[in-house]
């Protein structure tokens, strides 16, 4: 019988998704499964090999699978492990031989990367990338992850951990302190939990009116809802963001001279207010040789199925 069909598997802290994909990208059936909580990844693999194997059944494909991809945090593509995870209990505070534990279970070869590579993969593979043999997928979501692609190949590293480019810290020196432990990381400042520090200050600083002021708690959304209201203040909270991720976008072209970088993630979403700012700062910063070349996309990808597709990009090299 012939394998035609991957599944995709995105981990996550509060739930993983999965879903039968064909080779067009196509999404044939898809799943998500509440983190259980439990600290014993065989637990966990048992419980994901259950879902699995439902799934391709659900999707009329059983026997017809050619591998499954996994995209995870702290995912190693050389040795197919989870490690120090942080938002994983069963993989917080060691290795996961994860792909390894995967496949016994569900009798299908698995291939693993993190997050952020499998997006790149996805894009590279599915979406606006297609065809490009260079670029940088940079991920704007809780944080700034990266996924760098060099002469059609995702840049992987000796360890396999190549590419954490959220945590260079060129953007501000002793700047605001990172959840990695270091301060001034770009993730600090151009990820959603860093739009909504930037606003939060702002407001403590001045009294300039805004429709923040009436917002408890505020969230990367909800500056993204004043800005679409004509709030200045919001505005111009993308406009700082945007300028401190173009100056750092410089800096990552001028050391593998991409063809494009693709934004991706749920704070991309606000590109009628970061793409200008961005692109800007980054010609400015660029040198001649590079100036006006490169361009910013944003990912083209279904958001609800992006996830699903980046990691079953993987499994087509099975």
């Not at 048992?46 to 699995?52: F, G, P, S, V």
């Not at 151009?190 to 001045?206: D, F, H, K, N, P």
Request: a negative charge; charged letters at 20%; glycine letters at 12%.
């Amino acid at each position: 019988m012939a394998k035609n069909f991957v599944v995709g598997i995105d981990i996550g802290g509060q739930s993983s998704k999965l879903g039968v994909v064909d080779a067009r990208g196509e999404v044939l059936a898809q799943n998500v499964i509440p983190a259980s909580g439990s600290s014993d990844a065989k637990v966990i693999v048992k419980e994901l090999a259950q879902a699995i194997t439902a799934l391709i059944s659900q999707a009329g494909k059983t026997g017809e699978i050619r591998g499954i991809g996994v995209g995870a945090p702290n995912g190693n593509y050389y040795n197919g492990t989870i490690a120090f995870a942080p938002n994983l209990p069963w993989a917080a505070h060691g290795s996961v031989e994860f792909a390894k534990l995967l496949k016994e279970a569900v009798g299908i070869p698995v291939s693993l990367t993190n997050d952020a590579n499998a997006a790149a993969m996805g894009e590279m593979t599915y979406g606006v990338a297609k065809g490009m043999k260079d670029f940088i997928m940079i991920t704007l979501g809780t944080g700034v992850g990266s996924g760098i692609v060099i002469n059609g190949q995702v840049l992987y590293g000796s360890d396999g951990f190549a590419g954490e480019l959220g945590h260079t810290c060129a953007v501000r020196h002793n700047g605001r302190l990172c959840g990695c432990g270091k301060t001034g990381c770009l993730e600090a400042y151009c990820s959603a939990i860093g739009v909504a520090r930037t606003a939060r200050e702002w407001l403590e600083m001045s009294d300039e009116p805004s429709l923040l002021r009436e917002v408890q708690n505020i969230t990367s959304k909800d500056v993204y809802t004043a800005a679409c209201a004509g709030d200045n203040l919001a505005v111009r909270v993308f406009e700082y963001t945007g300028k401190i991720l173009g100056q750092s976008l410089a800096d990552f072209v001028e050391f593998s001279a991409p063809e494009a970088i693709v934004l991706f993630g749920g704070l991309a979403r606000a590109k009628e207010f970061l793409y200008e700012p961005t692109l800007k700062a980054m010609n400015e910063n660029l040198l001649p040789m590079w100036r006006g070349k490169v361009r910013i996309l944003f990912s083209q990808l279904k958001e609800s199925d992006a996830a699903i597709l980046g990691a079953s990009a993987l499994a087509w090299e099975l």
